[in-house]
């Protein structure tokens, strides 16, 4: 079973500062893509914030570029936020996204994978 774990979120002025936290555990065999999505109002699609892929590229959502940076530690299995210059609009539940090779009937399968989400909210 693989889980994503996140930490990190809660409430913030605008113009604040906060982090993300995700740490990937369980039994897999390596890791792809790793990231952040985001939903603002229930019923959204989850948008991208911030995409780490296998070949260490980084992907950005338009909204947050040059406010937002993405960190992944292969070794540790982990993937950080840092979210400056924070907006109202940024509030939403974010979610760590892991697409993941794990072991199916002996077998490589590539799959994704999502944590429960935490909330940002930043006040105006």
């Known amino acids: 079973q693989v889980l994503l774990e996140e930490s990190g979120g809660g409430l913030v002025q605008t113009g604040g500062s906060l982090s993300l936290s995700c740490t990937v555990t369980g039994s897999f065999l390596s890791i792809n893509n790793l990231g952040w999505f985001r939903r603002q109002e229930p019923g959204q699609q989850r948008e991208v914030v911030a995409i780490y892929t296998g070949g260490n590229y980084t992907v950005y959502g338009d909204d947050v570029k040059g406010r937002f940076t993405i960190f992944r530690d292969h070794t540790k299995n982990t993937v950080d936020l840092q979210m400056n210059s924070l907006k109202p609009e940024d509030t939403a539940v974010y979610y760590c996204?892991?697409?993941?090779?794990?072991?199916?009937?002996?077998?490589?399968?590539?799959?994704?994978?999502w944590g429960p989400g935490t909330q940002v909210t930043v006040s105006s």
């Open positions: 996204y892991g697409n993941i090779f794990v072991s199916r009937l002996g077998r490589p399968s590539r799959d994704d994978y």
